[in-house]
C-alpha cells in the first residue's frame, strides 16, 4: 500500500527488490565508468569506482523498486549527492534495465542528457540532478520527513562522499535528520579519504567522523565500502534502531578496481587514454 | 501584511492537508494561528536556512505544497543556489516568503535590507516573483501562488498602501492601474505605493498629472502594459525601495526593449549602486535614499520641467 497526502492509502505500484549477483553488477557498471569517461574524456572516474560498490549493492540488493515504472509511488528513494559520480549511477540503471545501455555512450557528448553530474532530466530512475556538494542529504532528509507524514514506508537512500562533509549544509541536514527521527532515512559516506587537491586528512580532518556523526544523533555504522555481504547486512534492518537516522561510514578505495588509480589524488580528474584505458579494462575484465 | 500572508493561508490550509509551512525559526507569534491549527503542517527548521530549502524542496517532490517564510534575505540570498538547483531546475511546489522587502528592518543594519533580492530572484527560470504593495493584493498574490505548481517568491513589505484602490482588478503579470493620468506614469512596487500615491498628489498640486500603477508582478509580466502607458505619458518612472539594477527599472527597460520602444524619458527612483549603510526607520531611509513621496514628487518635477 502506499500513503497519499490525503490520508488515504491506495494500491501501491509494484516494486522489488531485484536481488542480483552484485558483484558481477559491479564488475559491469565499473567497466563502463572507465568507458564512458574515457571516450567523454571527463573527470571523476577514481570518485565513481569508489562508490560503485555501495550504489551496486543498494540498486542490486537493498532497495525496492521498478525499473518499468521507475516512478512508482512505493519505490525506495535514491540520491546520489556526490553527483560527480554520475557515470556509476547511469551505468547501474541501464544494466537494470531503466534504460538501454548504448545510452551510455552519450554520457558527456554534445547535446546529450547525461551529465558529468548525474541529472533527472529525461533519465528514468534518477531523482534528482546534483552536482553542487552538500545538496543531497537536506533533500533526501524533506522526502523522508514527507513519507513519514503520509504514513509511507518507502526509504530514502543518499550517497554523499567524504570531502562533501566540509559543506555545512551537511551537518545542517544532519541536526535535522536526527531532530525529526527520521529513520527512513539512510546516508552513506563514501569516504575514500582523497579530495579535490589532496588526501581529506590534509586538506580539513573529518575525523574521528563515526563519533561526530554519533555525537549529531544518528546511528552509525562503519563498514568495508568493497565488501558486498558486509554493505548487505549494514542495510539489511532499516530502521536500524527506531527513531534514529541510519549513517553507513563507508571505507573505500578511490579508484576501486584500477590498480594505478587506486589511492592517486590525480585520478579525481584525469582520464584513462590510450594504454591506460586498455590496462584499466584488462583489469576490469568481463564477468563470466 | 504578514499577518494577512498567515491568514490567507490558513484559509487554503483548512481544505488542503497537503500544505506544508517551514519557517527558519522566524516569526514569533505570527506564524502561531498557523502553527496552533496545523500542527503536523509546521515546521521550525531552525536557524539553518540552506537546509531548510532542501527540506522544502523534498517535501515538494513528495507532492507537498510547501511555504517557507523569513525574513530580508535569508530565505532568498543566503540559500540560493539550493533555490536555483534543486527548487528552480525540479520545478518543485516551493513558496518563498519573505518579510522585510527594502528598508522594512531599517534599524537593523544592512543584513536585514532587503535591496536585490528581486533582481536575483527573478533571474532565476521558472520562479513567479510577486511584490504586492496593499493587502488587497497580498491576497491575490498567496491565492495566485496557491493555484499555481512551481517555485514562487513572495515579497512581503513591512509597511502597506494605505489606500485599498480596488477600482482596477489583480491580474497576475498585469501591472495594476491605482490612478490615472496624463503627463507622468509612476510605476511603484511594494509598500512604497502609498509614498507614490502621496507624491503623484504633490504633483497635481503643481500642475503635472501623474498615472499611477502597482507592479505586484515581476513574473509572470506583461511587457505590452509597460510599452503602452510609456507611449501615451511624456515621463516615465520606475519606484522601488530595491536597487536600480534589475529591480523594477531593469524589469521595465527590457520590456521596453521587447516591445520596441525607447522612452524618451525614463526615471529611476531606488537605491542607487550603493549599500544603504545609514541607520534608520523604514520611513526615514526612504527619505534619505530620495524616495519618500516629498523626494519622489521634487525629483519628477524637475525632470518633467527640464523637458
Partial sequence: MSAGIDGFERPGDSVQVMDLDSVNLARRVRRHCVRMTSKGGSSHVASCLSAVDIITVLYGKIMRISAENPRASNRDRFILSKGHAGAAVYATLAELGFFDTALLEDHYQDGSLFSGHVSHKGIPGVEVSTGSLGHGLGIAAGMAKAIKLKGGSERVFVVVSDGECDEGSVWESALFAAHHQLDNLVCVIDCNAIQGLAPVSEVLNLEPLSDKWRSFGWVVQEVNGHDHPALVSAFETIPNKVGYPLVCIARTVKGKGVSFMEGKVEWHYRTAKGSDYDRAMDELEDPV | ?307
Fill in chain 2, 1 to 307: 501584511m504578514r499577518d494577512c500572508f498567515v491568514r490567507v493561508l490558513c484559509d487554503f490550509a483548512k481544505n488542503d492537508p497537503g500544505i506544508i509551512l517551514i519557517t527558519g525559526d522566524l516569526g514569533y507569534s505570527v506564524l502561531d494561528e498557523f502553527r496552533t491549527s496545523y500542527p503536523k503542517q509546521f515546521i521550525n527548521a531552525g536557524v539553518a536556512e540552506q537546509n531548510m530549502m532542501l527540506v522544502a524542496c523534498g517535501m515538494a517532490l513528495e507532492g507537498y505544497k510547501v511555504f517557507v517564510y523569513s525574513i530580508a534575505n535569508f530565505p532568498t540570498l543566503r540559500c540560493l543556489e539550493m533555490i536555483r538547483n534543486d527548487v528552480a531546475y525540479h520545478n518543485a511546489n516551493v513558496k518563498i516568503v519573505s518579510i522585510g522587502a527594502g528598508f522594512s528592518y531599517g534599524a537593523l543594519g544592512i543584513s536585514h535590507h532587503a535591496t536585490e533580492d528581486l533582481a536575483i530572484m527573478r533571474s532565476i527560470p521558472d520562479v513567479k516573483c510577486y511584490s504586492p504593495s496593499s493587502l488587497y493584493e497580498v491576497e491575490e498574490c498567496v491565492h495566485s501562488m496557491c493555484n499555481t505548481i512551481g517555485p514562487c517568491y513572495l515579497r512581503l513589505d513591512r509597511d502597506k498602501c494605505q489606500y485599498e484602490e480596488r477600482e482596477e482588478s489583480f491580474v497576475p503579470g498585469r501591472p495594476r492601474l491605482i490612478r490615472s493620468g496624463e503627463d507622468v506614469a509612476l510605476f511603484a512596487t511594494g509598500g512604497i505605493l502609498s509614498e507614490v500615491i502621496q507624491a503623484a498628489t504633490g504633483l497635481q498640486m503643481r500642475g503635472i498629472s501623474a498615472s499611477v500603477y502597482s507592479v505586484h508582478s515581476f513574473r509572470p509580466v506583461e511587457p505590452s502594459t509597460f510599452a503602452r502607458v510609456a507611449r501615451s505619458h511624456r515621463l516615465v518612472v520606475s519606484i522601488e525601495e530595491h536597487s536600480t539594477v534589475g529591480g523594477l527599472a531593469g524589469l521595465m527597460l527590457e520590456c521596453f526593449a521587447r516591445e520596441g520602444l525607447y522612452p524618451y524619458k525614463f526615471l529611476r527612483v531606488g537605491l542607487d549602486e550603493c549599500f544603504s549603510s545609514t541607520v534608520g526607520s523604514q520611513k526615514y531611509l526612504r527619505g534619505v535614499y530620495g524616495m519618500d513621496s516629498v523626494s519622489i514628487c521634487s525629483r519628477v518635477e524637475k525632470v518633467f520641467r527640464t523637458m
